[in-house]
């Protein structure tokens, strides 16, 4: 179970919320009070879960903060665990990704892609692999600085 608390302000017909999370200072807003607290609770639940897809530890939160902007504070605690992750197998993910297995797990071991083991199969977060498709790696190894390469051919000479 993870608590937060946010800060909740009515302005102007809308019901804005803040997190009292570290480094977090993004707003939510609702058309009323309970989309507010429903939509700050999903936050609450991505904010877990991308901690838990890194193989982060999730912060300890502070409980009875005081308003900053005026409004009311209300603590929402979640339930979050990986196996709510959207997730594939290493398999799926090379597949997704049109590469190997093998690269897919050295793509994991650096951190390139999120990944965790439930059992003994591999998970890969579908945000990752979409990150990397997104970013369009060239196929094939990346070619040397051309000084490099002359270098080195002075050194066999």
Known sequence: M???E????EDGGWFLCWPFWPGRC????????????EMAADRLKSMVLDYLMKGEKVPRLTLGNAPQRGGRVVAIAVDASLLEAPAVTEKEAAERLGISHARVSQLCRDKTL??????STRMVS?????LRRAAAPCAGRPKRALS???AQSRMLQ
């Open 2 to 4: 993870y608590i937060c």
């Open 6 to 9: 946010f800060e909740f302000v």
């Open 26 to 37: 993004d707003g939510i807003q609702g058309e009323n009070f309970d989309e507010a607290v």
């Open 114 to 119: 999120d990944s965790w083991k439930v059992g």
């Open 126 to 130: 579908v945000e990752s692999i979409e």
């Open 148 to 150: 490099v390469v002359k």
